[in-house]
């Protein structure tokens, strides 16, 4: 074979071995799709902020990008920067207790991925993910935050929503509207069907209810048979109309029996109602309490019933 022909194994030359090393490094880079931070300690805990502008301010104020309900943290405590080649740079916007970055007090600091930064009592972690760490952490997420029966959110979750709501409202003199269902009579679909059936109507309830309300709402498993829901920007006569869809939706349906589908079975659903506005300016503790003051009210009535809580008696 002539010398010129020869075929070189790539391993045998060091500018293929280098062409090959450049390529594997541009295949992993051209991987790295997005940066967020993941709140790793904290009330949030799990909660992603994706990095997706060139200027992101952090803090407590409903201006900032990143909002975090941490008393501890200022109402714009910090900034973070991308510069036109990629990198990100925390900078402290002269907060009352600091930012910190591994630990270390810092004015500006530009971004590694795994740095955990610290505002407050609350530590979120810089990462650089890849499509495949992207779809692993919203898994993680949605586990974190999510009843697995009835794919609702947690308890947990609404009152954070809630206190999130709260500032919004608070500061726009906005209206919110808090709801307690609970399924009438529910021990008896587990005395009577079993605890399968009794679990297949949590999760139609949950999706009767969430086929009802506006995408912007929040509905949450508070508990047992009990569904707790938040509704901005929603007016009293608003909230009514809604409950009362749900109501009907829930009057209306044939329930399955779990190990024969041929039989169905019909439930109602009683509902309590309350709002914040300005002349009800309630914690979140406080209005959940007045909606189940409601919903002890709609039992009273009958059940099957939607009561509003009347804060002005």
């Known amino acids: 074979m002539d010398e010129e022909t020869k075929e070189v194994s790539p391993f045998q030359s060091d500018t293929s071995l280098t062409r090959i090393q450049e390529d594997i490094v541009e295949v992993k880079s051209a991987e790295k ?52 080649e990629g990198d990100y740079t925390l900078i402290d916007l002269r907060s009352t207790n600091g930012t910190y970055v591994n630990n270390n007090r810092v004015a500006d600091k530009q971004l590694e991925d795994g740095d955990k930064i610290q505002l407050g009592d609350t530590i ?35 009152f954070q929503e809630m206190d999130r709501e709260i500032l919004r409202a608070k500061r726009y003199h906005r209206t919110i509207g808090v709801m307690m269902c609970d399924i009438d009579h ?27 309300i506006r995408r912007e709402d929040t509905a949450a498993r508070y508990g047992g048979e009990e569904i707790s829901l938040i509704l901005p920007e929603a007016e009293p006569s608003f909230l009514t109309q809604i409950a009362e869809r749900i109501r009907k939706a829930i009057e209306g349906y044939g329930f399955h029996i779990a190990h024969d589908k ?18 009800n300016k309630g914690t979140s503790s406080e209005l959940v309490h007045q909606a189940d003051q409601a919903l002890y009210q709609a039992k009273e009535w009958g059940r099957n019933q939607v009561a509003l809580f009347d804060f002005k008696e």
């Open 124 to 158: 979120l972690k810089f990462i650089v993910q890849d499509r495949l760490d992207e779809e692993y952490h919203d898994k993680l997420y949605h586990l974190a935050t999510t009843d697995s029966l009835t794919n609702l959110f947690l308890k947990r979750y609404f």
């Open 186 to 212: 529910f021990r008896q679909v587990n005395d009577t069907y079993g605890h399968q059936t009794g679990d297949q109507v949590l999760k139609e309830v949950a999706f009767l209810i969430k086929d009802v």
């Open 33 to 84: 799709t997005s940066s967020s931070l993941v709140v790793v300690s904290g009330k949030e805990i799990g909660r992603e902020y994706k990095l997706d502008q060139s200027r992101m301010i952090m803090g407590r104020s409903l201006q900032a990008e990143i909002q975090i309900y941490d008393g501890k943290i200022s109402r714009k405590h910090a900034q973070i920067i991308l510069s036109e």
């Open 262 to 279: 041929k039989k169905t079975f019909h439930l109602t659903i009683s509902i309590g109602i309350t709002y914040y506005c300005d002349e």
